[in-house]
């Protein structure tokens, strides 16, 4: 008589264990950025229902040039492209730079590597308001050292220096762990037979430090950019996108244009809201697409 297969009871466990996070995941990410998109083909006010307009308010923000939506957008997006470019690097290069150097294993490099980490425990609007008063042109800590007079907040470049400046110093920390981690993997034979044969500091950086340290440099590559893109808290806080806007960055509009005074254009937002993210994931992928092609 042939035997009747068991079903296997199934272990709901493990399904428990992730279900609050997929639920916060569902309700606070996926349902909203759902109905964002949706929002971005509406005309909506936050307060009637939303009215389906199609394509029109991508068409307005991205050619109709008569359009105010048209120069809050690209402006915004100017900005903070600008910011991405001229922060990224330093992101990336500092952390790298003084991960070298603790990894020579100086005399109180942990208590180096905490001070270096922690800004990162605080939040934007703390350290944002600490740079405030460090900028300041009348008390600040800049001018009365150097002897200077200059309006950080007023003029630029100095508008530019101080918001990179605070973005690098509070998120210096993160980066500087992950390359701590990276280089102390790196086999310390390869690199005292570079040594023997004469390699230059340089090029033992070049072949042996950057290929085996590749993965953590391009995520902490994405991971900046992504985080560089949304920046919000420094400009406002700072220079309050001055002067004449020239640090307006594009989430402080979509911001006014969904919340600020007057009547919400919360559907025009929900647009360019869209199409920011569509420009960070495209950047993201296209990374993504250069480390596989290097690394094979």
Not at 197 to 215: C, E, H, L, N
Request: contains cysteine; positive net charge; hydrophobic residues 50%.
């Amino acid at each position: 008589m042939q035997k009747v297969k068991k079903k296997k009871k199934l272990n709901i466990t493990p399904y428990l264990f992730i279900a609050p996070h997929v639920i916060i995941f569902i309700i606070f990410f996926l349902v909203p950025m759902i109905y964002g998109i949706y929002a971005s083909f509406t005309k909506w006010d936050l307060f009637t229902s939303p009215t389906f307009v199609g394509l029109k308010n991508y068409s307005v923000f991205l050619t109709n040039t008569e359009s105010v939506f048209y120069r809050q957008f690209w402006n915004g997006l100017k900005n903070t492209v600008i910011f991405v470019l001229i922060s990224v690097p330093f992101q990336l290069a500092i952390p790298l730079v003084l991960a070298m150097l603790l990894n020579k294993r100086p005399k109180g490099r942990n208590i180096f590597q905490g001070i270096f980490y922690m800004p990162t425990l605080f939040s934007i609007t703390s350290v944002t308001l600490t740079w405030l008063f460090i900028f300041n042109r009348s008390l600040g800590l800049f001018n009365k050292m150097f002897g200077t007079d200059i309006n950080w907040y007023a003029e630029q470049p100095w508008a530019w220096i101080t918001i990179v400046v605070t973005t690098i110093w509070w998120g210096i920390g993160g980066n500087l762990i992950i390359y701590v981690a990276a280089l102390s993997g790196i086999d310390k034979s390869i690199l005292e037979a570079a040594d023997l044969d004469g390699a230059s500091g340089w090029k033992r950086f070049r072949y042996i430090t950057v290929p085996s340290i590749q993965f953590p440099l391009v995520y902490t590559l994405i991971v900046s950019v992504i985080a560089q893109f949304n920046i919000y808290g420094q400009p406002l806080m700072l220079t309050a996108g001055g002067p004449s806007e020239s640090t307006f960055v594009l989430l402080m509009y979509i911001r006014n244009l969904a919340f600020g005074t007057g009547k919400s254009a919360a559907g025009m937002a929900s647009a360019m809201s869209t199409c920011l993210g569509l420009i960070i994931g495209s950047v993201a992928v296209g990374q993504l697409i250069l480390l596989r092609k290097n690394s094979d």
